[in-house]
DNA sequence: ATTAGCACTCATAATATATGAGTGCTAATT
DNA sequence: AATTAGCACTCATATATTATGAGTGCTAAT
């Protein structure tokens, strides 16, 4: 048995190419093993089911297709999806709707992460699959500010050296005179700075134990508010149910709650997209990452560096039967979008967005 | 067979009350039909299973209990559980586990809709089930702030009437003189004030086509945003796949496939939400809403009025087998909880929120 | 009023028996 | 030498057939 990626590579002629592609396409559209007829319909110059047999098993041989029982049809292995990724797939183009879609639901939205968020439901929108989102940064805290909205209300306002906005508003029980709000805002200042936005919640808590005698209220509030709302996990799933119970994979409960289970275990996903190429589109197919319990998924993900201090792996978890082709170009016009937005790249009319 | 709730009321004995109850317990609790043998276990004076299947057989005439076949146990009827609902659910009292579950996480997040949610969120750990928040609110704009974050930065905020705060971070492509800052500030003070919170991206739409010339950058983006971020759906489902996965009622999968739809159809949630009595506990039982789509499902819901202009369902969704009486005493508590945090009652120490 | 006894029902499980899609191989055809 | 018709073979799936047994309702005895 050949080795596609290892010490010898296997040159396939056209016909076999063909064939690869005709089955690895038939599959993920049908998800039922392709058998010698169905081939020999779709192709375009006639050949016999026969010809085609003996085509099937050469591609099987070398370890290309695999058959789920003697008498079915095949389906691809790892090792055919792969070949079809690197060298069979065309790249597809998207079309309009779906550009316009990413072009209108992909904004600015003052906030990196939030930006981000909407790609990553953009993508699973288009690709009907849970998207997965992991944004690194190193963002420290530059400048704290504070609001006062109403009697009781403080809004408070972090600011990240390269320009990343949270805010959370806090309610206090006793309304605070203008010399105290310079106090915390001095306070605040001078406790934040510098902390990883990362560590928010924790250097909070720090400020809350040293300092909480002259704002108790407040700063337990602030603190409280700050661990639940901002202190979210980096890896977030943006999913839809519904459409994963559409596919056949799914057809079974216990299958879900494999699938949920590991998507939803960002240890297990991180393991394989901290491995990922920098700035580019990457596709792991089944077995190919070492995580066992995702030998039957892929991943199919965008890393993307926003700004010199942030950077995020953005990107699709499915069975291994999936549309790569348009997974991958979903992420390219994403990818695109994205750089528009954080200025990688001189703004143009034709990718502007468009006001409806 | 006679009415529970209408003309002609039945007044069981004591053996058939308790017979229904264990009925309607050990249902909850299996997912099983029960059978003679089983209640006769559980039951404390000894009595024969025949003698209990001559009850279970006069509870089933009078439409307390059903038969899925001749040859099954009982399963409690619609109208079952709502005899067990009214007459012989004890009120259980939670764990304090669960009872600190609740106040360490509904707490006041400044803002209304944010507790809510939270709150919602909370049920919906609890009880391990979808929970679906529904808030009606009659807040209009009172007034409108901007703060100038940075050079391209700004933060707009609006403020309702009855407190409530929203606030949207808006990235502009050239920055802003402070003159122009202010006119922009009286322009959206001036065209927005007295906007129910309801038809802010209306009537931002509206400013943008009228003022559009003056700020076209900054109202643009921002009739986006809040399209996007602050109109989303009134009604809210917070769930948790896993939990309803795990139940049998949802070993196939069109079942979910079914209840998800029900449940993410607002539509069909407000109709019947929209009939519950004010400021109470409702707990909604298969068809005796008359939305055919939920017959099979049941809906546990609390009304709570938070402000004098905004009030809230806040409930379950899940299928008719469900522990009436954890949910309803969930309910309870978070009201209780609610209450507190919304000033209705007075605080007390026990209840208070503690710092861990 | 209660209950032991027993015939009866019917969902579920276990088993046996087609059906047919798809294969691999051989031998004939191009 | 490459292609393909022909055919026996495999095995998942579908259908039919037959236990199994939990649970019932009724009758007659307690």
């Known amino acids: 048995m050949l080795k596609y990626k290892g010490e010898n590579i296997m040159e396939l002629d056209d016909r076999k190419k063909k064939i690869l592609a005709l089955v690895v396409e038939n599959y993920i559209e049908s998800a039922e093993p392709v058998g010698s007829k169905q081939i020999a319909d779709n192709y375009e110059n006639d050949i016999s089911p026969a010809t085609i047999r003996n085509e099937m098993k050469q591609l099987e041989e070398i370890g290309f297709l695999e058959q789920p029982h003697i008498s079915a049809g095949r389906v691809p292995s790892t090792l055919g999806y792969r070949y079809y990724v690197d060298n069979l797939m065309s790249n597809n183009t998207l079309s309009m709707v779906d550009i316009d879609y990413i072009n209108n639901n992909i904004v600015s939205y003052g906030s990196v992460e939030k930006t981000l968020e909407h790609a990553a439901d953009v993508v699973s929108k ?15 805290v530059e400048n704290v500010k504070i609001l006062k909205i109403s009697e009781k209300i403080l809004l408070i306002i972090l600011m990240s050296n390269s320009g990343n906005v949270k805010d959370v508003i806090v309610q ?9 709000m310079d106090e915390l805002s001095r306070l605040l200042n001078k406790n934040l700075k510098g902390t990883p936005l990362e560590n928010l919640s924790l250097a909070l808590n720090d400020v809350v134990k040293k300092e909480l005698s002259k704002f108790s209220n407040i700063l337990n509030e602030m603190e409280h508010i700050v661990r639940k709302e901002l202190d979210e996990p980096k890896n ?3 999913g839809n149910m519904e459409s994963l119970l559409a596919l056949p994979e799914f057809s079974n409960t216990n299958e879900i709650k494999k699938f949920l289970n590991v998507v939803n275990t960002k240890e297990i996903i991180n393991e394989v997209l901290n491995k990922i190429d920098k700035d580019d589109i990457s596709v792991i197919i089944g077995n190919e990452n070492n995580q066992m319990l995702l030998k039957d998924y892929s991943l199919i993900s965008l890393d993307f560096t926003a700004t010199d201090t942030t950077s995020a792996t953005l990107g699709i978890v499915s069975p291994k039967r999936v ?24 703004e143009d009319k034709d990718g502007a967005r468009k006001e409806d």
Chains 1, 2 share one sequence.
């Open 126 to 140: 288009l690709l009907n699959l849970p998207a997965v989102l992991n944004i690194k940064t190193t963002d420290v």
């Open 172 to 180: 206090i029980t006793d309304s605070l005179p203008e010399t105290r």
């Open 236 to 238: 977030n799933m943006k």
């Open 323 to 346: 549309d790569y082709k348009k997974a991958v170009s979903t992420l390219k016009a994403v990818n695109d979008r994205l750089k528009k937005i954080f200025g990688k790249e001189k």
